[in-house]
């Protein structure tokens, strides 16, 4: 079975940035499109940015403009640019596979606050 390990997280003020890792398996990350997903407090799980096997990219609303998603094949690595954070960025942020696969790592913590 996959793992994901994610990390990076932090306390950062607004305006700030982060940037998150996630190593995969090779047998996760090698053949599938990857995403980071979120999830704040009371709130649903939400794809917010993917990326393709060739490195093709797509971002949520929320965020365009503001992270930037990208991969490294051969060190199975997929990693989350964030700039100008907001406290609306605060959630706990984690990888997956697109679609979303059974597996799921144990997540790195962002929270934006002064």
């Known amino acids: 079975q996959g793992q994901l390990v994610e990390s990076g997280g932090g306390l950062v003020p607004p305006g700030g940035s982060l940037r998150l890792s996630c190593v995969a398996s090779?047998?996760?990350?090698?053949?599938?499109?990857m995403a980071w997903y979120r999830q704040a407090p009371g709130n649903q799980r939400v794809r917010i940015a993917s990326?393709?096997?060739?490195?093709?990219?797509k971002y949520g609303d929320d965020v365009k403009g503001r992270f930037t998603i990208s991969r490294v094949n051969a060190k199975n690595t997929l990693y989350l640019q964030m700039n100008s954070l907001k406290p609306e960025d605060t959630a706990r942020y984690f990888c997956?596979?697109?679609?979303?696969?059974?597996?799921w790592g144990q997540g790195t913590q962002v929270t934006v606050s002064s």
């Open positions: 997956n596979t697109v679609p979303v696969g059974a597996v």
């Open positions: 090779g047998s996760i990350f090698s053949r599938n499109a």
């Open positions: 990326i393709g096997t060739i490195g093709d990219t």
